[in-house]
């Protein structure tokens, strides 16, 4: 009789621990569960300004050449020191002018089954100036180019404070963002709740150098100057939101 009562006990155990773990395994995990009580959005949306720029950037310098690297250099420099001033005389502030490249370089002659000769030196500097009246960019290049310039590798337009341009383009964003919303809840029966989560990427950056051509040295009539055209340019703010849903 003992024997039947113990073995009806660990029965009655394993009979229970078998039930509490098929309980265990059946039973939704805590955070599994809270998702599925949350319906939710994952959206993105941008917001895009166009304006006007108020200053350029351009790179631009000379080139020589000469026998010796020595020859080349000096050359380079009496013609770079002409063309900062000149850029000085067209209003370019100090500041506003940074050398940008500083090269020498040997020149080779490569001829067939014969080793390379040195014909001579290649000098080259470049400086980036910032132009703060857009008006005056065409005649600074041909001040520059006047006296000894004969590169300009770019030019790109900007904005000298674009912090007031980048919060018009958020507005946007999150008014699209929002719209964006409603819209997906109207469409699926559900209302806007709250915004849970909202980031930004992107933002404003100046757009990359737009290639010149190289301009041989000369001179130019009083009453003309290289007509450079500023257009417009575009402020993009992207965002991504997480917006919680309700019936």
């Given at each position: 009789?003992?024997?039947?009562?113990?073995?009806?006990?660990?029965?009655?155990?394993?009979?229970?621990?078998?039930?509490?773990?098929?309980?265990?395994?059946t039973a939704p995990a805590?955070?599994?569960?809270?998702?599925?009580?949350?319906?939710?959005?994952?959206?993105?949306?941008?917001?895009?300004?166009?304006?006007?720029?108020?200053?350029?950037?351009?790179?631009?310098?000379?080139?020589?050449?000469?026998?010796?690297?020595?020859?080349?250099?000096?050359?380079?420099?009496?013609?770079?020191?002409?063309?900062?001033?000149?850029?000085?005389?067209?209003?370019?502030?100090?500041?506003?002018?940074?050398?940008?490249?500083?090269?020498?370089?040997?020149?080779?002659?490569?001829?067939?089954?014969?080793?390379?000769?040195?014909?001579?030196?290649?000098?080259?500097?470049?400086?980036?100036?910032?132009?703060?009246?857009?008006?005056?960019?065409?005649?600074?290049?041909?001040?520059?180019?006047?006296?000894?310039?004969?590169?300009?590798?770019?030019?790109?337009?900007?904005?000298?404070?674009?912090?007031?341009?980048?919060?018009?383009?958020?507005?946007?964003?999150?008014?699209?963002?929002?719209?964006?919303?409603?819209?997906?809840?109207?469409?699926?029966?559900?209302r806007v709740g709250r915004?849970?989560?909202?980031?930004?990427?992107?933002?404003?950056?100046?757009?990359?150098?737009?290639?010149?051509?190289?301009?041989?040295?000369?001179?130019?009539?009083?009453?003309?100057?290289?007509?450079?055209?500023?257009?417009?340019?575009?402020?993009?703010?992207?965002?991504?939101?997480?917006?919680?849903?309700?019936?």
């Open positions: 009789m003992k024997t039947l009562a113990r073995a009806a006990a660990i029965g009655a155990l394993l009979a229970t621990s078998a039930l509490s773990a098929q309980a265990q395994q805590p955070a599994a569960d809270s998702m599925f009580r949350a319906t939710t959005l994952n959206l993105s949306a941008f917001g895009e300004v166009r304006t006007a720029p108020d200053m350029a950037t351009i790179t631009l310098g000379v080139q020589t050449e000469a026998k010796t690297a020595q020859e080349a250099m000096r050359a380079n420099a009496q013609r770079m020191s002409q063309v900062v001033a000149s850029l000085r005389a067209q209003g370019i502030a100090e500041r506003d002018i940074q050398t940008s490249s500083l090269n020498l370089n040997p020149q080779y002659r490569y001829q067939e089954n014969k080793p390379p000769e040195l014909i001579g030196y290649q000098a080259s500097n470049n400086v980036t100036i910032r132009v703060m009246d857009l008006a005056r960019i065409g005649a600074a290049l041909d001040a520059a180019v006047s006296v000894g310039a004969n590169n300009i590798h770019g030019i790109s337009f900007g904005l000298r404070d674009p912090a007031v341009i980048e919060d018009e383009a958020r507005r946007k964003a999150a008014t699209a963002l929002g719209a964006k919303a409603n819209l997906y809840a109207g469409a699926t029966g559900h915004l849970v989560t909202l980031s930004e990427g992107g933002g404003y950056s100046p757009p990359p150098p737009m290639p010149m051509l190289q301009m041989a040295r000369g001179s130019f009539a009083k009453d003309e100057s290289t007509p450079v055209s500023g257009g417009e340019i575009v402020v993009r703010i992207d965002i991504n939101g997480m917006y919680e849903l309700t019936r």
